[in-house]
Structure formats: structure tokens, C-alpha cells
């Protein structure tokens, strides 16, 4: 079965100021979605589906969605705050979403084989689709547990020259199987070269700018939709009636590696990635995607 491809795409992006999943970005009005599929697509993937909110459906699939009609097959889910496991309710006055791993759990009725979840305003680059492709048809001949994957790029390639960004720094024992991954804040590479960054325990340390770290970029089978909802629902007990807490993607699988439930592949990539977290990062996307469509990893138009 093709794997499935698993857009996040509900998001407004508060620091950039607009909906930037929308934003062209290419010389023919491209946006870095269409790279996304594009990539996805020559790497075999057979299905693609937007996580978006049901307010901007229309304007969506009309603007995005509908570019990829006769090319691939294409789905949507909403991520919906009253979407949650049955005996919970949204809170009064909670309008914040639940984060990461709540927007994959909207998809758990229209994904039905293995799928790769991605951000979609972040250009992950060809080889990092191939890869992923890669792992996803060699399989794993052990049923002992769940075996995922997860693109790691360096920090170095991850930094943005016009604020500080958050990341999950990774560990790896020797096999290359994801032991950990630290949640670090305001990461920025100060003026004596060094990258620093603030630990959730508030404080502020250095980062060697090699470190892998996850962009959010992950290879699942369909068990990890009963996995999100075992946790998410334990999350909830805990959690739940918090006005802004948030469950995400790496701490679900966190999770499952420490109850030894999965083992998480951290895959190398000769690709950079670049994304637009300021207004400002826009000019230096648009330069690096000229520079690769220059090269030949892209035409132009995509088409």
C-alpha cells in the first residue's frame, strides 16, 4: 500500500502574521505546499490529506487543494476543539486547539495504511520524502513492538537569521533509534557563534549546532491512531481542563519508546529544510527555492 501523506495545516501562524500555508512562494505562485506534494508525489506517496479548521474549508481547497486534482488522491480533515474521546468536554472558554498529536487524531478516519505527517509551512527538500519512502517499503520483519521514523536534520539548517525558534534537540543510541527528545525554546545563535537555547526547566544553555532535530516530519503505521488516543485520553484526565495545555506529536512517542511500545528511526537527509516562521524569513525561501529550481531538483512552472 502507498504510503499517505499528512499535512498539518491548521494553523494561522500567529508569528508570521497570516495564513501562510496560502503564501506563494515559488516564481509561478507556488506555494511551499505545492513542493510538499510534488516531492511526495515522484517519492511514491499515494494519498495526500490536509488537517485543516472547518472556518477556512473553502478558501483551502479552493486555493491549495484543488491544485493537485488528477494528480494524486486528496483528503481533508478538521481539527475541531469538541473533537475529543467520548466522557470529555472542551472546558469553559478554552478556544486554544490541543496541539500536534490532537490534529493527526482528526485524520484517524481517513487514513487506512502507513502515512507520513509533515507541517505545511515548512520545505522539507526531495530526499527527505525519498527517504522516508525508503523506510516505509522496507518494513520491519519485527512485531515485537511498533517500529516509526522520523527525518533529522542538523540545528545548524533549522535556525531562522530573524528570531529565535523552538526545537526538539534528539538523541540517538548507536543504532540510530531516537532515545529522546528534549523540547528547547528560543533557540538563536548568539553573537560569539554559539547556539543557545532555554530548557523547559527555565534555563539557558548551549546547543551544538549539529544536533538533530525533529521538524516534524514523521513516518507512522496505523496503530499510532490507537496509541494517540490511549494517550491523549490519559492526557485529558490529567490535563484537560486546562485553558491552554497542548499534547504533541514527539511526547506521544516519547511515551512509547520509554514503555519500550515503539522504536523511532532517526533518518539522515542530504536535504535542507527551510520554513517561514517571520515575515521577514519569506525573501530567504523564495531565494533558496529559485536556487534549487537553478539547479534542477524542480521545473518551472512545477506543474
Aim: hydrophobic fraction near 40%; proline fraction near 5%; aromatic fraction near 10%.
Amino acid at each position: 500500500m502507498k504510503p499517505t501523506l499528512l499535512v498539518l495545516a491548521a494553523g494561522m501562524g500567529s508569528r508570521y502574521g497570516g495564513l501562510k500555508q496560502m503564501d506563494p512562494m515559488g516564481p509561478n505562485g507556488e506555494t511551499v505546499l505545492d513542493y510538499s506534494v510534488f516531492d511526495a508525489i515522484r517519492a511514491g506517496f499515494g494519498k495526500v490529506v490536509f488537517i485543516i479548521r472547518e472556518d477556512f474549508a473553502d478558501a483551502f481547497k479552493n486555493s491549495v487543494g484543488a491544485r493537485f486534482a488528477g494528480k494524486i488522491e486528496v483528503d481533508y480533515a478538521f481539527q475541531k476543539l469538541e473533537d475529543l474521546p467520548e466522557g470529555f468536554s472542551v472546558p469553559e472558554g478554552r478556544t486554544k486547539p490541543w496541539g500536534t498529536a490532537h490534529a493527526v487524531r482528526a485524520a484517524r478516519h481517513v487514513v487506512d495504511g502507513p502515512f507520513a505527517v509533515i507541517n505545511a509551512d515548512d520545505f522539507y527538500g526531495a530526499d527527505a520524502y525519498q527517504s522516508i519512502a525508503r523506510w516505509f517499503a522496507a518494513g520491519s520483519a519485527d512485531a515485537s513492538k511498533d517500529h516509526y521514523s522520523m527525518v533529522g536534520y542538523p540545528l545548524r539548517n533549522t535556525l531562522s537569521q530573524h528570531g529565535s525558534v523552538n526545537r526538539g534537540i534528539c538523541k540517538t543510541d548507536a543504532n540510530g533509534l531516537l532515545t529522546d527528545v528534549e523540547e528547547v525554546v528560543d533557540i538563536a545563535r548568539d553573537a560569539d557563534g554559539v547556539c543557545r537555547g532555554t530548557a523547559l526547566d527555565g534555563s539557558r544553555r548551549e546547543i551544538e549546532d549539529t544536533s538533530p532535530v525533529s521538524m516534524n516530519f514523521w513516518g507512522f503505521t496505523r496503530s499510532f491512531f490507537d496509541q494517540i488516543e490511549e494517550h491523549f485520553t490519559a492526557f485529558l484526565t490529567e490535563k484537560g481542563g486546562e485553558q491552554k495545555s497542548e499534547c504533541y506529536i514527539p511526547t506521544v512517542v516519547d511515551d512509547l519508546i520509554r514503555r519500550e511500545k515503539a522504536d523511532c528511526l532517526v533518518l539522515d537527509t542530504t536535504s535542507s529544510w527551510f520554513g517561514v516562521t517571520y515575515p521577514d524569513d519569506k525573501p530567504h525561501v523564495v531565494a533558496s527555492i529559485a536556487k534549487l529550481i537553478e539547479a534542477g531538483e524542480y521545473p518551472s512552472p512545477l506543474g
